[in-house]
């Protein structure tokens, strides 16, 4: 229920619920497919993570997961119903909360209300430059994460997103699969 009222609270807040529902109705759609066959225990608007001084952030949706070794693992979704990307990112608290929680990037989707005039390409983009501006903060929040992209260290993070690789190399994929359009 908690999700309900969340979603009636204001207008961006029912648009982005909607986008969540669509997730939830078509995981296929947005998710890995190594990943969305095995969906479970789905949870919605609830605390990623609550760190002292570092504020209390929300997900969207949550499944729990087996991996290879028979392990629980969450997939993180992020809905976002923005009419121009740069808006998005202005405070990557809640990145940050995610970044936390994850082993891969492969993990998390941040899954924008598509028909809005933003593509992916620009959210992509605008994440990078906030990422640019908080290199040091964002890559220690999780350095494994950035480590298994070859990332090694909070200059090279600045630097490949200072020169766009992030955004546009190959290398990077996994990175930007993260950022999914509703269709």
Same mark, same amino acid.
């Given at each position: 229920?908690?999700?309900? %009222?969340?979603?009636?609270? =204001?207008?961006?807040?029912?648009?982005?619920?909607?986008?969540?529902?669509?997730? =939830?109705?078509?995981?296929?759609?947005?998710?890995?497919?190594?990943?969305?066959?095995?969906?479970?225990?789905?949870?919605?608007?609830?605390?990623?993570?609550?760190?002292?001084?570092?504020?209390?952030?929300?997900?969207?949706?949550?499944?729990? =997961?087996?991996?290879? %070794?028979?392990?629980?693992?969450? =997939?993180?979704? %992020?809905?976002?119903?923005?009419?121009?990307a740069s808006n998005m990112f202005g405070d990557l608290g809640q990145f940050k909360a995610y970044l936390r929680e994850i082993d891969s990037f492969d993990q998390l989707y941040i899954?924008?209300?598509g028909g809005r005039g933003v593509t992916r390409k620009q959210i992509i983009a605008q994440l990078e430059r906030a990422i640019a501006k908080d290199a040091k903060r964002v890559y220690?929040?999780?350095?494994?994460?950035?480590?298994?992209?070859?990332?090694?260290?909070? %200059?090279?993070?600045?630097?490949?997103?200072?020169?766009?690789?992030?955004?546009?190399?190959?290398?990077?994929?996994?990175?930007?699969?993260?950022?999914?359009?509703?269709?």
């Amino acid at each position: 229920m908690k999700f309900v %009222d969340e979603m009636m609270q =204001i207008e961006h807040k029912f648009k982005a619920g909607t986008t969540t529902l669509e997730v =939830i109705r078509h995981p296929e759609k947005y998710i890995s497919a190594k990943y969305s066959k095995r969906l479970s225990d789905l949870e919605l608007e609830d605390l990623i993570s609550h760190v002292s001084g570092s504020g209390s952030f929300r997900f969207d949706a949550k499944w729990k =997961i087996k991996n290879q %070794d028979g392990e629980g693992i969450y =997939i993180f979704v %992020d809905t976002k119903n923005y009419s121009r990307a740069s808006n998005m990112f202005g405070d990557l608290g809640q990145f940050k909360a995610y970044l936390r929680e994850i082993d891969s990037f492969d993990q998390l989707y941040i899954i924008q209300q598509g028909g809005r005039g933003v593509t992916r390409k620009q959210i992509i983009a605008q994440l990078e430059r906030a990422i640019a501006k908080d290199a040091k903060r964002v890559y220690t929040t999780n350095r494994k994460v950035w480590n298994k992209l070859g990332i090694k260290s909070v %200059d090279e993070l600045y630097e490949k997103c200072s020169t766009k690789k992030l955004s546009k190399s190959e290398q990077f994929q996994e990175f930007r699969n993260v950022v999914v359009i509703t269709k």
